[in-house]
């Protein structure tokens, strides 16, 4: 499955389970809230009974520790325990008292750094829920993301400063797949058939869980198409190079039967659809069927490679650089014993004419 497709679709099934009419799913983020209203609010011990009466009045200053969100009726309730006992209280009465950061226990490390792009104003919060109160507001700017609260959809961002929780599903949002390749011909309507390996770069889709994205296909030809279905991959940031553990072989994009005979290093250059990487052996790619776990062996990065290229260039600047200094240096004391011994012969020849 392809990495940036996959998160998408891995964070659908994180949604909460729903176990009301609207919707009421447990909230694996635990919190306190705090009651700052004057007058005091109202508590519910159900959300959904018919008579909608409260069921009893806290005080200015109560605290509760929320364990899961509920929406009922097109409004947000808030679940927690007061006194020993489970109550429902309304989102907009309560305010979350601290923040939340992503050394919680219950927040999702996807792994990676996930790109978003920010369209439009999108207020930042400091947890990943709405009684919680603003960090900041970011405005068309493009970061990455990292963690996440699946059962909220809040995402935490850090950018410039500004740090906390977005709503994952914000109007405004956009993620970023990166390139995505496709692994079999696709009819793509008005641009025909879009035929197997080819690139589509730099894909955004509007919003966590949406998966059309508008392709530009040559001549300009735009149309739209769901990529999270198996005909697109996601091509790889960083190459990887493998050695064969035993002889495989694939069809090339131009149908030649490559073999990879055991020992032979060979290039991944995309995540996976059920066991099929585009790779590239010499100046031959296409789709190979391999368990990179059983049948080859990871040998190196290629960005490592050119790491070390470019740290072997900057030693060799900063020789170069210690070496001219050398040079230079020996120059201006050369010069400076020049210039000291003419002075001296000059004091000597005044010496004598007096």
Not at 45 to 57: R, T, V, W
């Amino acid at each position: 499955m392809k990495k940036g497709i996959k998160l998408l679709l891995s964070l659908l099934l994180f949604l909460p389970v729903l176990v009301l009419a609207d919707a009421i799913g447990p909230d694996f983020i635990t919190y306190e809230v705090e009651v700052v209203k004057d007058e005091g609010i109202d508590y519910y011990n159900y959300i959904d009974a018919k008579d909608g009466n409260p069921s009893g009045h806290l005080d200015k200053g109560t605290r509760i520790k929320i364990e899961f969100d509920a929406k009922y009726n097109g409004e947000r309730f808030l679940y927690g325990i007061y006194e020993k006992k489970g109550i429902y209280v309304k989102e907009k009465d309560v305010v979350a008292v601290g923040e939340i950061n992503t050394d919680n226990s219950n927040v999702l490390d996807t792994g990676e750094d996930n790109k978003i792009k920010i369209t439009d104003e999108v207020i930042v919060r400091k947890g990943p829920a709405e009684s919680f109160p603003e960090a900041g507001k970011l405005k068309k700017a493009e970061t990455t993301f990292r963690y996440l609260v699946p059962s909220s959809n809040y995402i935490y961002v850090d950018y410039k400063g500004v740090k906390g929780w977005i709503k994952g599903n914000e109007e405004g949002l956009m993620y970023g797949l990166g390139d995505i390749i496709t692994y079999e011909s696709i009819n793509s309507g008005e641009c025909g058939t879009i035929p197997k390996s080819t690139v589509f770069k730099d894909v955004w889709v509007p919003g966590m869980f949406n998966q059309e994205a508008e392709l530009e296909y040559k001549d300009n030809c735009k149309f739209t198409v769901d990529v999270g279905d198996l005909d697109f991959a996601t091509l790889a940031e960083v190459k990887k190079v493998y050695k064969a553990n035993q002889e495989i072989s694939f069809r090339s994009d131009d149908d030649k039967r490559i073999v990879i005979s055991e020992g032979d290093e060979f290039t991944v250059l995309s995540d996976d659809i059920d066991d099929y990487y585009y790779v590239e052996v010499g100046k031959d790619k296409g789709w190979l069927e391999v368990d990179l776990e059983e049948d080859a062996t990871y040998v190196r990065d290629l960005k490592e490679k050119k790491q070390h290229k470019d740290d072997d260039e900057d030693e060799e600047k900063d020789t170069n650089v210690i070496v001219l200094a050398c040079v230079v240096g020996g120059v201006a004391f050369a010069l400076g014993a020049i210039t000291t011994l003419i002075l001296l012969n000059r004091k000597k020849k005044n010496e004598k004419k007096d």
